[in-house]
């Protein structure tokens, strides 16, 4: 019952102290997401974070990186050390090709039995997480999903994984005792993106897959990529601008759309909008939408509730657009207008429109 | 085709409140509701069994007033409801609650073979998506997550063709079964339940299994023991120090609130005046 789970406190009498076999265990580690010759942002965040930990605990970063024999493993191995590994674990094969459960997972727990990891972290994308369940149940370990906060806690040495809880209403430190590697998984943009170190390089440890294509049941018969490439813009788009409940009706969502038109903007919006069918799921933002990380994002008629303010937050700089000067938004907004979206989205369009034309004109 | 269910009673999230003295969370009188993501998975079960014939089982591990959720599945149209529950199973995390529900579906499977087992994406209080890998890796059974669409079933064949959600596009994958499907949200709609079946659903008989008779081998992998992973601690998160600047707007045309803005924009952050283009001159 994980409901159970955010409330409980470390057991009297459940040692803490970590059994010998399992002291071996060193190294943070990365598991890159490779699809179609492409590394998912994620994986080089999560370098990021990976080379704080691996800094504190005074030990190696890893990249395992899975995926066919045509080249982009050891390609993504490369940019994997300028983001701060100091060495790569890769398993290739024809099998690796496109991503199916069996044969990652049998890949990924190999090279974490062979090389024992103390801390391994992955993308919570439906990638990561797929792998990350099956990897985790398969060794026995402790997984904690979506964390927004990873540090090493310094008396224990072990892993201090922070996580929303309860819908987001609460926040909650996890550790994993008893077992390893520890594993975490966090979701695109909670985490800032590293500077990659050009020329910066590594070591290369590859490990076979020793599997049969005959052995595994579940087949790849087709790939339907998505007709609007949008769907992962909006996580990494620049501006972001989105409308809530305040908008009043499904037809002014148009004025948020123009806005973003004229900024050159992703739009978006809070999770009724998706409920009411005025926008798709893929463009609902917070907890259990997507979370941004733009330079500047506008949000109109939305009251900021706890659920899309964790979305939110790691926007540089926020607008808030709001009627009532009460709305929660205004407390972690940067900028506040008090006044009525309908009025406010259509002279803001206006503005940046002829601020974009005194540009060409200027030009 | 047997088809089971997983199915978690889950607070309505939306209502938990917060102390806002001891920071403690509230839990009296906050409604429950079956995890809304397992009405997807619930709906597709009874659809393969209107489509194919057989029997959808549901089970939901949980304290005992669980038992509403599964009645509430009964009234769907379910055939046989489980509840597993036992103060041994309490505080177990995912890994222990995979081990548990495991053990459950493979005694139910024991007595009349499972096809399929299906559960939610995850949950709206543990969040993890982690339970329905950890089932599918402890019965050894095919992991299809994020389903949008079953494509295909074929009995005789015992093959199935899905349509699964994944990074930048939608993978049509084929397995064997028995497998272990999640359900993506908007995947169907769930029934309505009429008054008779509610009626039916209410007098049905809810079987309850406990730590001795659920199919549980190993007691140290359920509950507390079972479970590696430790909350150290719970806490509020950190209100922002300082409020938004307002932009004045009070007896203002919209015009010049959206003037007013772009420049408060730019002046705060040079890369955002970049991105804007040039400030108009004053008073242009
Ligand atoms: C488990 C769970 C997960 C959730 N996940 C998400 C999530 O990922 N993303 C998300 O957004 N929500 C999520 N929610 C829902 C969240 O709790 C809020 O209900 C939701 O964000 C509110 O949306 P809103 O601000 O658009 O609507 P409301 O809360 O109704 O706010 C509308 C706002 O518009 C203002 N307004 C009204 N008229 C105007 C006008 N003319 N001009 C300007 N302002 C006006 C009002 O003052 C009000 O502040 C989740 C909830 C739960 C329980
Ligand atoms: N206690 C439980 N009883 C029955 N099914 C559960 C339970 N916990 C999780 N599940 C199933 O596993 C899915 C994922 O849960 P979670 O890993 O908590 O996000 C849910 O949608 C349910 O189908």
């Known amino acids: 019952m994980s409901d159970a789970k955010p409330a409980r406190r470390a057991p009297k009498g459940k040692t803490t102290e970590l059994p010998e076999h399992l002291k071996a265990y060193k190294g943070v580690w990365v598991f890159i997401e490779l699809e179609r010759g492409r590394v998912h942002p994620v994986s080089w965040e999560l370098m990021g974070e990976a080379g704080k930990l691996a800094e504190a605990l005074n030990v190696e970063v890893g990249a395992v990186l899975i995926g066919p024999a045509d080249g982009s493993v050891e390609a993504a191995a490369q940019e994997a050390f300028t983001y701060g590994a100091d060495v790569a674990y890769l398993v290739k094969d024809p099998i690796l090709t496109h991503y199916r459960t069996e044969p990652y997972t049998k890949a990924l727990t190999d090279v974490v039995n062979a090389y024992k990891p103390e801390i391994m972290l992955l993308g919570a994308t439906t990638l990561g997480r797929d792998l990350a369940g099956s990897v985790a149940t398969t060794l026995k370990t402790g997984l904690t999903a979506d964390c927004t906060g990873l540090a090493i806690d310094l008396e224990s040495k072990t892993l201090a994984s922070t996580r929303p809880t309860f819908g987001g209403t609460l926040l909650c430190t996890i550790h994993t005792v008893n077992a390893r590697p520890q594993m975490s998984t966090v979701r695109p943009r909670v985490m800032s993106m590293p500077e990659a170190e050009p020329g910066r390089t590594g070591r290369i440890v590859e490990h076979p897959l020793d599997l049969m294509e005959s052995a595994i049941i579940t087949k790849v ?109 205004f407390d972690f907004a940067h900028h506040g207008i008090v006044g009525d979206a309908l009025t406010l989205l259509p002279a803001l369009t206006q503005a940046f429109r002829q601020q974009r034309s005194v540009d060409r004109l200027a030009s | ?268 952050d040079p890369a955002l005046a970049a991105e804007f283009g040039p400030r108009p001159p004053a008073g242009a």
């Open chain 1, 221 to 329: 018969l087709d790939f339907i990529p998505d007709r609007d490439q949008n769907q992962a813009q909006l996580a990494y788009a620049d501006i972001v601008v989105a409308g809530g409940r305040g908008l009043g009706g499904p037809e002014n969502y148009r004025l948020v759309q123009e806005l973003a038109e004229a900024l050159g903007a992703e739009y978006g919006g809070s999770r009724p909008l998706v409920q009411k069918g005025w926008i798709t799921a893929d463009r609902q933002i917070g907890q259990t939408g997507k979370t941004i990380r733009p330079k500047l994002y506008i949000a109109c008629g939305i009251s900021g509730a706890i659920q899309h303010r964790v979305g939110v937050e790691g926007a540089d700089r926020i607008l808030a657009i709001n009627s009532d000067p009460n709305a929660p938004i």
């Open chain 2, 1 to 268: 085709m047997h088809s089971v269910v997983c199915i978690k009673q889950v607070p309505d999230s939306a209502q938990i409140r917060v102390h806002p003295v001891t920071n403690t969370i509230m839990r009296q009188g906050v409604p429950t509701i079956i995890n809304p993501y397992d009405l997807y998975a619930v709906e597709e079960a009874l659809r393969v069994k209107d489509k194919v014939g057989g029997k959808v089982t549901v089970i939901s591990m949980g304290p005992p007033m669980a038992e509403q959720a599964l009645r509430k599945a009964l009234s769907f149209g379910a055939d046989r409801a489980i509840l597993v529950t036992d103060r041994a199973f309490a505080g177990s995390d995912t890994l222990a609650t995979s081990y548990v529900l495991a053990s459950a579906i493979a005694k139910v499977a024991a007595e009349e073979p499972v096809d399929i087992v299906f559960c939610g994406k995850q949950t709206i209080d543990g969040d993890t998506a982690q339970v329905g890998p950890g089932i599918a890796r402890r019965l050894d059974i095919q992991q299809l997550t994020y389903v949008a669409k079953l494509e295909r079933l074929d009995l005789d064949k015992r093959e199935i063709a899905v349509q699964r959600r994944a990074e930048g596009g939608v993978q049509v994958l084929s397995t064997k079964l028995p497998c272990m499907i999640t359900m993506l949200e908007g995947s169907n709609e769930i029934r309505f339940a009429t008054m008779d079946d509610m009626f039916r659903a209410a007098r049905a008989n809810v079987e309850v299994w406990g730590a001795d008779t659920s199919g549980v081998e190993d007691k140290t992998q359920c509950g507390l023991k079972g479970s590696p992973t430790v909350v150290k601690k719970v806490f509020a998160p950190k209100p922002r120090e300082e409020k938004a600047e307002m932009i004045e707007s009070r007896d203002k045309a919209p015009a010049e609130i959206a003037a007013s803005t772009i420049e408060v924009l730019a002046a705060a």
